[in-house]
């Protein structure tokens, strides 16, 4: 099973990029699957995630309004839209599924599968 993601980069602040991440091994398409950022010596955050069908989101109060979290199962693919970009939003940003969106939520997240980072980069 892997997790690719893509789509990180450079942008200036009020900016736009759009993160990609594409499963394989199996099939995904009854698992949440999640987004989190870190930045060194902070703890991993779940800033996204969405439940198995789309249904249910959830968004970290930094990123409400400005990210959208979206998938298609018929690509075993997550997105994650992030529109006026801010310079505190620099971060590793990493892909995860789990069984349920609760667990990705939680203090402690229940991942099943992490993906390889990708490096966001805002510049002020």
């Known amino acids: 099973v892997q997790l690719q993601a893509s789509g990180g980069g450079l942008v200036q602040a009020g900016g736009s990029l759009r993160l990609s991440c594409a499963a394989s091994g199996r099939a995904f398409s009854r698992d949440a699957m999640g987004w989190f950022r870190q930045t060194p010596g902070k703890e991993r955050e779940c800033a996204a995630a969405?439940?198995?069908?789309?249904?249910?989101?959830y968004y970290a109060d930094s990123v409400q309004g400005r990210f959208t979290i979206s998938r298609d199962n018929t690509k075993n693919t997550v997105y994650l839209q992030m529109d006026s970009l801010k310079p505190e939003d620099t971060a590793v940003y990493y892909c995860a599924t789990s069984g349920r969106l609760e667990r990705l939520r939680l203090p402690t997240p229940q991942v099943d599968y992490w993906g390889k980072g990708t490096q966001v980069t805002v510049s002020s």
């Open positions: 969405i439940s198995w069908n789309g249904g249910i989101t």
